[in-house]
């Protein structure tokens, strides 16, 4: 395992995650898909600001909502596995996306 070097990538206001988040090192050398434009979450600024939801808390969110606006090809919408460890903020995230 490795600690995660996620923290303030696209969020730098959010700030890290309260604790040390760890990753197996087969997930640590993935390389996701930049972000473009259309990945913008529709959750109002001050819960980065007042860091309600850690940078690593929001990059879930803005990867499981890509996976949301795909389509698969018999027409239905694609899913995301939030398999994060305990402490994480899987429920904040899930709050997140229902608002988003």
């Known amino acids: 395992y490795r600690e995660s070097g996620a923290a303030g990538v696209l969020y730098p206001e959010a700030g890290p995650h309260p604790d040390v988040l760890s990753m197996p090192a087969t ?50 919408v694609g899913g995301f596995f939030l398999g994060d460890g305990a402490g994480t903020g899987k429920g904040r995230i899930i709050s997140a996306l229902c608002w988003h």
């Open 27 to 76: 997930v640590y050398r993935c390389r996701l898909l930049p972000f473009s434009e259309e990945d913008r979450l529709r959750i109002p600024p001050s819960v980065a600001v007042n860091r309600q939801l850690s940078s690593p808390q929001l990059e879930t969110c803005l990867m499981a909502a890509r996976r949301f606006r795909q389509r698969l090809p018999d027409g239905s």
